[in-house]
Nanobody, 124 residues
Framework: QVHLVESGGGLVQAGGSLRLSCAAS????????MGWFRQAPGKEREFVAA????????YYADSVKGRFTISRDNAKNTVSLQMNSLKPEDTAVYLC?????????????????WGQGTQVTVSS
């Protein structure tokens, strides 16, 4: 089992930026795909971004493409999400997840371990 802890959430005005981080511990971090999902009240969990073990191949939801950037540091067992040009509709709890290398990185079913989440609130 992998233990994931997110940090970096908070309250920001529309147009602002936040950087989320996720620290992983526990079983080996290698050969994994890391992902960020978000869930707003009354809505289903939504894919945001994912990154493969290499750190080169990334995936983004259309709604965040060009504004968010995912990165990982395998030496430190961390994954980050830089969020720029934030919009009120980005408001949600953001969750970090890890799974073995998968052919469906945008599906929450591909991930085996999840963090507790960090709240991001964007005011208009």
């Amino acid at each position: 089992q992998v233990h994931l802890v997110e940090s970096g959430g908070g309250l920001v005005q529309a147009g602002g930026s936040l950087r989320l981080s996720c620290a992983a511990s526990g079983r080996t971090f290698s050969s994994t795909t890391m992902g960020w999902f978000r869930q707003a009240p009354g809505k289903e969990r939504e894919f945001v971004a994912a990154i493969r073990w290499s750190g080169i191949i990334t995936y983004y939801a259309d709604s965040v493409k060009g504004r968010f950037t995912i990165s990982r540091d395998n030496a430190k067992n961390t994954v980050s999400l830089q969020m720029n040009s934030l919009k009120p509709e980005d408001t949600a709890v953001y969750l970090c997840a890890v799974g073995l290398s998968t052919s469906a990185p945008m599906s929450f079913r591909s991930y085996t371990d999840w963090g507790q989440g960090t709240q991001v609130t964007v005011s208009s």
